[in-house]
């Protein structure tokens, strides 16, 4: 158990780490009127948006985290949940027909795209060649694993 709750200091760290770096990339450019953002304010804010999301998030699962480890009974239930081997396999099968489907919507925005804008077109073949890639080096890499 003592194991599980370093993982979790870990990941209290880092939740804080990426909820700081986020609000840096908010508060720098707003007060130190450096242009960093797309002229654009719709893209503006939704930039701002997502960092503002992120780190709501981070830090709504920090907190979680830092009650289950003051309170054993919730610490154990955390334990159960993370370990659960129907949830681990749910989400398994979940995450590789969303991936699927993610990349072969992506491939298909790529298609459409060449018949209207290259520089789309490019950006959406690079990124599905980096998804597909990431594919074969994850399965590579878990083939070894197990």
């Known amino acids: 158990m003592e194991e599980f709750q370093r993982g979790i200091h870990t990941k209290i760290k ?3 780490l990426i909820s700081a770096i ?7 450019p707003t007060t130190l009127d450096v242009q960093i953002w797309v002229k654009d304010d719709f893209t503006h804010g939704v930039q701002i948006g997502v960092f503002i ?6 830090l709504l699962k920090s907190k979680k985290l830092r009650a289950s480890l003051k309170n ?4 154990k239930q955390l334990y159960i ?15 590789s027909m969303s991936f699927t489907i993610m990349a072969g919507s992506i491939a ?3 298609i ?3 018949y209207y804008n290259h520089t789309i077109f490019l950006t959406l073949i690079v990124t599905l ?6 594919k074969v080096l994850l399965k590579y890499l878990y083939s070894k694993k197990y």
């Not at 999301?53 to 981070?58: D, N, P, R, S, T």
């Not at 054993?72 to 610490?75: A, V």
């Not at 060649?129 to 990431?134: A, E, K, N, P, S």
């Open 72 to 75: 054993t009974q919730k610490l």
């Open 81 to 95: 949940e993370m370990n659960d081997e129907r949830k681990k396999m749910i989400e398994a099968k979940s995450e």
């Open 53 to 58: 999301g992120l780190q709501i998030i981070f």
């Open 112 to 114: 459409v795209s060449g």
């Open 14 to 16: 880092l939740y804080h």
């Open 108 to 110: 298909i925005a790529t």
């Open 22 to 28: 986020s609000f840096l990339v908010i508060l720098i």
């Open 129 to 134: 060649f980096f998804i597909l890639f990431l």
